[in-house]
């Protein structure tokens, strides 16, 4: 079974600067897709950003970015000029490729905390 | 349109009670998932319908779950008699297609649900 772990339970960043979320992965398969889903507070969980696992190329949306390490099974979450309104709880997420297999494996969690 | 809608947002029961949980996907949305977050721990899958039939349930905790999802539209989930483990969020998600390689899975805000 596919496990995801998040080892950082809150994090804390200066508004305008740069932080890295962690997240780490186990799976036997070679395809598949990871996520990153942002929960803000008492509102729907959104998905940030996604890599295919067949992808070499890290993901990018914006001020946020992957730093998507397959060998390692690492898949890391950079913001960059963070603000105000990236305060939530981050959720990494795996999905198995396979068709009909789709459900979400999730971690535990990180709680960002950004100050002005 | 219209995400994904769940009812209540937030429910206190007593143990051994009956406490049924609803959830209206997008309009159209084939695919409908459950998820509980129990404790602050990992959202955790309980199951998937295909329109109206059961794809997986393998993440059901026990008997005293029971998910329906009549006619393919909104779906139903019960806990009855409800125990004090069963304290978490709900979570419910839908995504457009069956069979597609790759939907999108979007979430409702969750329901709290307390058992005193």
């Known amino acids: 079974a596919q496990t995801v772990t998040q080892s950082q339970p809150e994090m804390s960043v200066q508004e305008a600067e740069t932080v890295t979320l962690s997240c780490t992965y186990d799976?036997?398969?070679?395809?598949?897709?990871l996520f990153w889903y942002k929960q803000p507070p008492s509102r729907q969980m959104i998905l940030v950003i996604r890599q295919e696992a067949y992808k070499q190329q890290n993901a990018t949306e914006n001020r946020f970015s992957v730093n998507f390490q397959k060998a390692a099974k690492s898949f890391s979450l950079k913001i960059s000029d963070s603000q105000l309104g990236d305060a939530a709880m981050y959720f990494c997420a795996y999905r198995s490729a396979k068709k009909w297999n789709d459900k979400l494996v999730f971690g535990a969690g990180t709680i960002l905390r950004v100050k002005s | 349109e219209a995400g994904v809608t769940q009812f209540p947002s937030h429910s206190v029961i007593e143990k051994g009670q009956t406490v049924t949980l609803r959830c209206d996907p997008i309009?159209?949305?084939?695919?409908l998932y459950w998820y509980r977050r129990v404790m602050g721990k990992e959202i955790k899958f309980l199951l998937h319908?295909?329109?109206?039939?059961?794809?997986?349930e393998s993440g059901m905790p026990n008997n005293r779950f029971l998910a329906e999802r009549t006619g393919g539209t909104y779906s139903t989930l019960k806990v009855q008699p409800a125990e004090l483990e069963d304290s978490g969020v709900y979570f419910c998600?839908?995504?457009?297609?069956?069979?597609?390689?790759?939907?999108?899975?979007?979430f409702g805000p969750g329901t709290r649900l307390t058992v005193l």
């Open positions: 319908f295909v329109k109206e039939s059961k794809q997986d």
């Open positions: 799976t036997s398969e070679s395809d598949y897709y």
């Open positions: 309009s159209g949305h084939d695919n």
């Open positions: 998600a839908s995504s457009p297609r069956a069979a597609a390689s790759y939907n999108e899975q979007f």
